[in-house]
Each structure stands twice: as structure tokens, then as C-alpha cells.
């Protein structure tokens, strides 16, 4: 189970950072991911790292801006997103996906950026 967390009301230019918290078993081996639904948009890719953490990626429109961290031991996965912009708000979903494939969704965390 995936329990995100960490979202809320700021400002255009503010930060946040969400947790996304893994229970029940460990996702060591799993690369773990962020995702965003914005109201009315299709859910989209914003952030991923590999099991190991060696590797990250980001979307174009985030790059620069948010970071994604993992810690293994507290099996929990971060995003710090900077400079957020009022089109940052959406709801932030976790995913974590092991090597064969199967994936595993956390409930959503809203983030609201006034302008």
C-alpha cells in the first residue's frame, strides 16, 4: 500500500514536498513515480527514479524544478517541487512498478498553486 501525502495551498513561486509512504511490504525493487491529474486533463507523467536511485527522469515541464528522492530503508519515495506555477496544480499520485511490470497506485495528494 501507498499512503502520499505532503500537498496543499501555495503560492505561485513556493514549494512543496510530497511523501509517498510504502506499507505492507517492501518496494525496494520497484522504481517508484510521480504522477499528476490536473481537473478536466488525463493523468500525466511527472517523475520517476529507479529501484536503486541511481536513475531519475522528468517530464519536460517539471525538469529543473522538482526533484525525486527515494529512502530505501524508510521506504518512502519524495518529490520536491520549486518554483511551483498555478500550472502545477493537480492532484499527485504515487506509483511504484516492479521489473515484471506490475503496478502498485497510492491514493492522490492535492496541490494547489495560487497565482
Known amino acids: 500500500q501507498l499512503q502520499a501525502s505532503g500537498g496543499g495551498l501555495v503560492q505561485a513561486g513556493g514549494s512543496l514536498r510530497l511523501s509517498c509512504a510504502a506499507s505492507g511490504r517492501t518496494f525496494s525493487s520497484y522504481a517508484m513515480g510521480w504522477f499528476r491529474q490536473a481537473p478536466g486533463k488525463e493523468r500525466e507523467f511527472v517523475a520517476a527514479?529507479?529501484?536503486?536511485?541511481?536513475?531519475?527522469y522528468y517530464a519536460d515541464t517539471v525538469k529543473g524544478r522538482f526533484i525525486i528522492s527515494r529512502d530505501i530503508i524508510e521506504n518512502t519515495v519524495y518529490l520536491k517541487m520549486n518554483s511551483l506555477k498555478p500550472e502545477d496544480t493537480a492532484v499527485y499520485y504515487c506509483k511504484a512498478v516492479n521489473r515484471l511490470g506490475s503496478a502498485v497506485w497510492g491514493q492522490g495528494t492535492l496541490v494547489t498553486v495560487s497565482s
Open positions: 527514479i529507479s529501484w536503486s536511485g541511481g536513475s531519475t
